[in-house]
């Protein structure tokens, strides 16, 4: 299994402003995800975090908006600038401890973003 | 590609009843299937997993879930419901590589 952090739980921005937020893994693992749970949605996957390369972004999400890190095999950050209204939303760090398709993911507890 | 679909997006019951939570999938490739429960403000706990070793499928909390393939469902339940039950549950369904979610039921359940 793998316990995953992030920080912060909460914050509430204003609109043009940007927030980064931090996952942090207590084990390694090969594969890292961000997702976007709008109120009363289900989960949309953003991108897949690569170790020490671009992220890999699902349609109708860019890298200007949401620009993602992964330095290493237990941390990543997701950003995300020139926020408006829209934005607001939880925003779930998610991990893969092995590649395979059969695996589960874990899940983070989770940021909650509110624009104003 | 792939899809989920959960009917109902609230379903009630009494302490003590059944539990039944639908899902059905769509994918172009043999599906792994995913039952998770979301507690409020909190992140996603896997309940069960279908990997094609078994059609049905025992979880943590007296969960189980049955894969039909013949009608592409998944359905989840749980012969008597508790009150710590209340929650959201995501059915997901990945393929090649990426979970996709279906849009969640939330159960609500009554003394």
């Known amino acids: 299994s793998a316990v995953i952090s992030q920080k912060p739980s909460r914050d509430i921005c204003q609109r043009g402003t940007s927030l980064t937020i931090q996952c942090q893994v207590d084990?390694?693992?090969?594969?890292m995800f961000w997702y976007r749970q709008q109120p009363g949605q289900s989960l949309t996957l953003i991108a897949t975090?690569?170790?020490?390369?671009?992220?890999?972004?699902e349609s109708g999400f860019v890298i200007d908006k949401f620009p993602i890190s992964r330095p290493n095999l237990t941390f990543s950050t997701l950003t995300m600038s020139n926020l408006s209204p829209e934005d607001s939303s939880i925003y779930l760090c998610?991990?893969?401890?092995?590649?395979?398709?059969?695996?589960?993911?874990?899940f983070g507890p989770g940021t909650r973003l509110t624009v104003l | 590609a792939q899809s989920v679909t959960q009917l109902g997006s609230h379903v009630s019951v009494s302490e003590g009843a059944l539990v039944l939570l639908r899902c059905n999938y769509s994918?172009?490739?043999?599906?792994?299937l995913f039952w998770y429960v979301q507690y409020p403000n909190q992140g996603l706990q896997l309940l069960l997993k279908?990997?094609?070793?078994?059609?049905l499928v025992k979880g943590i909390n007296g969960f189980e879930a049955e894969f039909k393939k013949s009608e592409t469902s998944f359905h989840l339940t749980k012969p008597s419901a508790h009150m710590s039950d209340a929650a959201e549950y995501f059915c997901?369904?990945?393929?090649?590589?990426?979970?996709?979610f279906g849009k969640g039921t939330m159960l609500l359940v009554s003394p």
């Open positions: 998610s991990v893969r401890t092995s590649p395979g398709s059969s695996n589960e993911q874990f």
């Open positions: 084990s390694q693992v090969t594969m």
């Open positions: 975090a690569n170790q020490g390369s671009e992220a890999t972004y």
């Open positions: 997901a369904v990945r393929g090649y590589s990426t979970l996709t």
């Open positions: 279908y990997t094609s070793a078994a059609t």
């Open positions: 994918s172009s490739v043999p599906p792994y």
